[in-house]
């Protein structure tokens, strides 16, 4: 993991020196996860696709200004978070940013692509998400899908630690009450 | 309701550090509420996780082609000003350097008031700088007058040069016409029939 890191270090130097070669190799190894992030919380393919394209080039553009090679993946993902809710004001320029939900989710996306769990869970799973929050939704999404700490995801979302918390807590919340319900006793 | 000395979730999520997961172990082992609400926690992420990850419908990758891309200088120019606040310290710095430049290079205003003082001194009175003004414009008109007679003799000199030349040119033209009578009166006095072939 640590190994991983300083690679990562070496390309994102090489790639702010103009290596397009380094940036590539850099790509490679974000994008499906970046591409994953943006397709929880816009629920759609295309979209999801031309974002990520979007967000892999800001960040080219901008990767001299990343102080901290270190901070990457969440300065990338603050960065896909950003295009995302610019695209959803481009599309609904009235409403108000805290209360943007997705599109309606694509058949198949939000289950897709697992063989380990019976797919009624999957699609338990996904139902359970679609009804949360977008906040409560991309909160599940960086912790649970992303990996990321909370500092990580304060930063990201631009907000306290213990906004991202709240967010985070409630919806498990809503989401243990799902997929995790009481076990009635029988009375013998 | 948790009795937990530390949040479930945060242990759950490995947001504790190891003193106090150990804390929450110990609790969860002699707590039955708290073993079962950290149980149905982990069902949940477990749940969570039956969601993979998709493949990338493409690939992305980006090229560079040296053809279109800016040298490092015109990079480093072009940021500089495209930069509103570089563009403004520059246009600031250019008149402050011209401004600059214009008050070391300019010369000293004329001493208009010297100058007076100068005459005023020479000690010379208004009779010396009447006989001294009258003295210029005699010069000048001599001059002049000079100049004027120059011009009148350079163009009696062409006029002269002009009827010679049209003198000779008449004097050419009429020994042309002369030579070309004698001509024909040559050729008209062969072709004249003789007085004995009328018959």
């Known amino acids: 993991m640590i190994f991983r890191a300083v690679e990562d270090a070496d390309l994102i130097q090489q790639a702010a020196r103009g290596a397009v070669e380094a940036y590539n190799l850099l790509v490679s190894r974000w994008e499906k996860r970046v591409y994953n992030y943006l397709l929880r919380i816009t629920g759609n393919r295309e979209d999801a696709l031309d974002l990520t394209q ?39 320029p009235e409403t108000d940013v805290d209360e943007l939900e997705p599109e309606s989710v694509e058949a198949g996306i939000a289950f897709g692509g697992s063989s380990v769990f019976p797919l009624e869970l999957s699609l338990a799973v996904a139902g359970a998400l679609e009804r949360l929050s977008p906040d409560q939704r991309e909160a ?8 990321f700490k909370f500092e990580e995801m304060a930063e990201i979302l631009s907000c306290p630690v213990s906004t991202v918390k709240s967010r985070l807590y409630s919806a498990f919340d809503l989401l243990k009450a799902e997929l995790a319900p009481i076990r009635t006793r029988g009375v013998s | 309701m948790s009795c937990s000395p530390f949040d479930l979730k945060d242990y759950l999520l490995h947001e504790l550090a190891g003193p106090r997961r150990v804390e929450v172990e110990e609790h969860v082992q002699n707590c039955p509420a708290c073993r079962e609400e950290l149980d149905r926690l982990r069902l949940t992420q477990t749940a969570l996780m039956s969601l993979g990850e ?20 015109r990079r480093v120019w072009a940021g500089f000003w495209g930069s509103g606040p570089r563009l403004g310290f520059a246009s600031a710095a250019l008149l402050s350097i011209a401004i600059l430049v214009s008050a070391l290079t300019r010369p000293a205003p004329a001493p208009v008031a010297g100058t007076v003082a100068v005459v005023r001194d020479s000690g010379m009175g208004s009779d010396e700088i009447d006989r001294r003004i009258q003295a210029a414009i005699a010069a000048s008109e001599a001059r002049q007058t000079r100049k004027a007679e120059e011009l009148v003799k350079r163009i009696e000199d062409r006029d002269r040069r002009q009827l010679e030349a049209l003198r000779l040119a008449a004097a050419q033209e009429v020994d042309y016409y002369r030579r070309n009578e004698r001509v024909l009166a040559a050729n008209y006095g062969a072709l004249r029939p003789q007085e004995g072939d009328a018959r």
Do not use: C, T
Not at chain 1, 140 to 147: C, E, M, N, P, S
């Open chain 1, 54 to 92: 979007d967000v892999f080039l800001k960040a080219y553009q901008n990767l001299r200004k990343l102080d901290d090679p270190g901070r990457f993946a969440p300065w990338l993902y603050r960065i896909a978070h950003n295009e995302a809710y610019s695209m959803f004001r481009k599309r609904r």
């Open chain 1, 140 to 147: 599940v999404v960086l912790k649970i899908y992303q990996g």
């Open chain 2, 54 to 73: 998709e493949e990338m419908p493409r690939r992305i990758a980006f090229v560079s082609d040296p053809v279109f891309e800016a040298a490092p200088w």
